[in-house]
């Protein structure tokens, strides 16, 4: 009989649990919210950028979206959906936490998408990597070579020899010396400083002539002309040199600056720590 009543109990909260367990489990147990996705690893030339959603500024994002992912979005009547095929150009409107409110004005298309379905790390992983290369977009004019001129040899004047005169003074004329010329060097302008073009043609000579073992002339992308600065007590005129540079994190561009001082490169160092370039 005992064994009867333990049995008995035992069904009955067999036959509750199965009942009402669907029921009141999502009460006792919590579901893990899903986490957002704000942050995604970008490789962009050779480099890989780690990309922040919740770093960046309203102001900071792209104004307009291309599609990578097919998705869809409600039209503007909400009355339909149109579909965003890959490929396809949004206009972001506005943006919270990870959800992207875009909009398709020639299909009257307007609604919420995911940041991975469209090219909106790539873009973002671009700026990071053109403001670390700088600004090196042709700034420096470029050389012209003056034409050569046409040079017409004079008619050669036949003059007799002239008359023998008795008395011949035997000293021989000396022969006057001819110094070498020298080399041309760049000439500062005045006030005693370099013109922007001739501190460009500087930092290319010093870099052709082996001045620095990190980098060549091949690999440099773009020059800049960097202005005055005082470092240590000296001032020099400085200029900056952008060349690409392999890493651990890939291929970073990198900033080389020259400490010019009397018409020439005295020393070239990094331009974010200021440490020398061998």
């Known amino acids: 009989m005992k064994y009867a009543k333990f049995a008995a109990v035992v069904f009955v909260l067999y036959f509750l649990g199965y009942v009402l367990g669907p029921t009141i489990t999502p009460m006792l147990v919590k579901e893990q919210e899903p986490e957002l996705g704000l942050t995604r690893d970008v490789e962009y030339k050779g480099a890989v950028y780690t990309i922040n959603l919740a770093e960046f500024r309203d102001a900071d994002l792209p104004t307009t979206l291309t599609i990578e992912r097919p998705t869809e979005i409600p039209t503007a009547g909400g009355d339909g959906t149109v579909r965003l095929k ?80 008795a008395t011949v003074d035997p000293t021989p004329t000396p022969m006057p010396v001819v110094e070498p010329t020298p080399p041309p060097v760049p000439v500062p302008a005045a006030g005693g400083k370099l013109s922007d073009e001739a501190v460009i043609d500087l930092m290319k000579e010093s870099i052709a002539g ?13 020059w800049k002309i960097a202005g005055d600065e005082t470092i240590d007590g000296t001032e020099y005129q400085t200029g900056l040199a952008a060349y690409e540079a392999a890493t651990i994190f890939g291929v970073r561009p990198v900033q080389a600056k020259a400490l010019i001082k009397d018409g020439k490169v005295e020393r070239w160092v990094y331009a974010k720590s200021g440490m020398e370039i061998q």
């Open 86 to 165: 890959k490929g396809d150009v949004v206009t972001l409107l506005n943006r919270k936490d990870d959800i992207l409110f875009v909009e398709k004005a020639d299909a009257k298309g307007k609604g919420k998408i995911s940041p991975a379905d469209t090219d909106l790390f790539a873009q973002l992983a671009k700026q990071i990597y053109d403001k670390e290369a700088g600004d090196f977009v042709a700034k420096v004019p470029p050389v012209v070579t003056p034409p050569v001129p046409v040079v017409t040899p004079p008619v050669p004047v036949v003059t007799p020899p002239p008359t023998p005169v």
């Open 210 to 222: 082996g001045a620095v073992k990190e980098f060549t002339i091949d690999q440099v992308k773009g």
